[in-house]
């Protein structure tokens, strides 16, 4: 299974690509879809906003932006180690909101390793709405491809 899954062009929005998962009832694909950069480009993961990811003041919900961070931090590693397809797992995230995000913006989430470890993969990153400043994140992952 350590095989990264087959993509394609995705239709919702132009130059991002969705990929085919080996787990299709997964949380990652019910709380999506997610939407991934060319794997030949820099970090990037994002979603159009539905009425599935709105809270009940109809803003896009806190838990569905902490899903993207959650993905985009994984995107920022698998691309970083060069991985065809990582295993990891998630040690912390840190938040810091700073604005919304609404139904039907593409909001999506960029960032970068800042250090790695033997195991540990140390990210930071951004998420937009709209070019507008949603949230800071910074995080840990755990590298389980990696022995130890």
């Avoid at 130059?15 to 060319?38: A, N, V």
């Avoid at 700073?98 to 951004?126: E, M």
């Amino acid at each position: 299974m350590n095989k990264f899954p087959t993509y394609s062009k995705s239709p919702l929005h132009e130059g991002w690509i969705t990929y085919d998962l080996p787990f299709p009832d997964g949380f990652s694909e019910q709380s999506g879809p997610y939407l991934f950069r060319h794997p030949d480009s820099s970090a990037g993961v994002g979603f159009i906003a539905t009425k599935k990811h709105e809270n009940y003041i109809g803003l896009v919900h806190g838990g569905a932006l902490l899903s993207l961070v959650d993905v985009t931090m994984w995107d920022i590693c698998q691309r970083e180690i060069g991985a065809e397809f990582l295993l990891a797992a998630t040690i912390t995230m840190n938040v810091e909101f700073a604005s919304s995000a609404k139904v039907g913006d593409f909001v999506q989430g960029t960032g970068q390793l800042v250090k790695r470890g033997r195991n540990i993969l140390f990210v930071r990153g951004l998420v937009k709405s709209e070019e507008k400043i949603v949230l800071s994140f910074s995080g840990t992952m755990k590298h389980l491809d990696n022995p130890g």
